[in-house]
């Protein structure tokens, strides 16, 4: 569920890269990971969503920090029998677009 943790000060976050223009939704991860961090009383970690797409022949590229994420914004799921892990519960980012958020940069 972390993605990158700074060794000086112990920041942690969850990075997802998507390649296309700032979307709403997102896949997360594990959703009995989450409920593990949930039941140790630890907040969800922050969220850093890489966003790159094409437009008009040039490459653009977002980069947004998300502090907090409620869990309201979490949508659970479970992949098909057909997916490489069948079965497994995992949950995606909802609404990201509305939530407050620091743009990290842009291009």
Same mark, same amino acid.
């Given at each position: 569920?972390?993605?990158?943790?700074? @060794?000086?000060?112990?920041?942690? #976050?969850? =990075?997802? @890269?998507? !390649?296309? %223009?700032?979307?709403?939704?997102?896949?997360? &991860?594990?959703?009995?990971?989450?409920?593990?961090? $949930?039941? #140790? &009383?630890?907040?969800?970690?922050?969220?850093?969503?890489?966003?790159?797409?094409?437009? $008009?022949?040039?490459? %653009?590229? #977002?980069?947004?920090?998300?502090? !907090? =994420?409620? &869990? #309201?914004?979490?949508?659970?799921? =479970?992949?098909?029998? $057909? &997916?490489?892990?069948?079965?497994?519960?995992? !949950?995606?980012? @909802?609404? =990201?677009l509305k939530l407050p958020h620091f743009i990290l940069y842009e291009k």
């Amino acid at each position: 569920m972390v993605d990158l943790q700074c @060794t000086g000060c112990l920041f942690r #976050a969850q =990075v997802k @890269t998507n !390649f296309c %223009k700032p979307k709403n939704e997102v896949f997360g &991860a594990g959703w009995d990971i989450y409920q593990k961090v $949930k039941k #140790a &009383a630890h907040l969800m970690p922050p969220l850093i969503i890489n966003f790159k797409w094409q437009e $008009k022949g040039s490459e %653009k590229q #977002a980069i947004w920090f998300y502090p !907090f =994420v409620p &869990a #309201a914004n979490l949508r659970r799921r =479970v992949l098909s029998s $057909k &997916a490489r892990r069948a079965g497994y519960r995992m !949950f995606n980012y @909802t609404g =990201v677009l509305k939530l407050p958020h620091f743009i990290l940069y842009e291009k």
